[in-house]
Nanobody
Framework: QVQLVESGGGLVQAGDSMRLSCKASGQTFSVITMGWFRQAPGKERELVAAVPWNNGRTYYTDSVKGRFTISRDNAKNTVTLQMNSLKPEDTAVYYC????????????WGQGTQVTVSS
């Protein structure tokens, strides 16, 4: 099992920056891919960004490209999401997730952290 704990959410104004962090514990050696999802009220959960174990090719959903950066530190078992130029439409609960493969569904989830961007 892998446990994920997010931190760093809160309330900011449009145009501000925020960094989310996720600390993994447990059987972290089994984790291949880590990602950040978000879910806004009334919307489906969407994958925002993902990074493989070697910090190789990353994935970003189109709406955050050029604004968000995902990175991981395997020595510290952490993954961060640096969010710049935040917009009100970025408001959502953000979830850290991990899986034991490069593809497929995610196996482990954090509890989520609220990010609110005011206009």
């Amino acid at each position: 099992q892998v446990q994920l704990v997010e931190s760093g959410g809160g309330l900011v104004q449009a145009g501000d920056s925020m960094r989310l962090s996720c600390k993994a514990s447990g059987q972290t050696f089994s984790v291949i891919t880590m990602g950040w999802f978000r879910q806004a009220p009334g919307k489906e959960r969407e994958l925002v960004a993902a990074v493989p174990w070697n910090n190789g090719r990353t994935y970003y959903t189109d709406s955050v490209k050029g604004r968000f950066t995902i990175s991981r530190d395997n020595a510290k078992n952490t993954v961060t999401l640096q969010m710049n130029s935040l917009k009100p439409e970025d408001t959502a609960v953000y979830y850290c997730a991990a899986k034991r493969a490069y593809i497929g569904t995610y196996d482990y989830w954090g509890q989520g952290t609220q990010v609110t961007v005011s206009s």
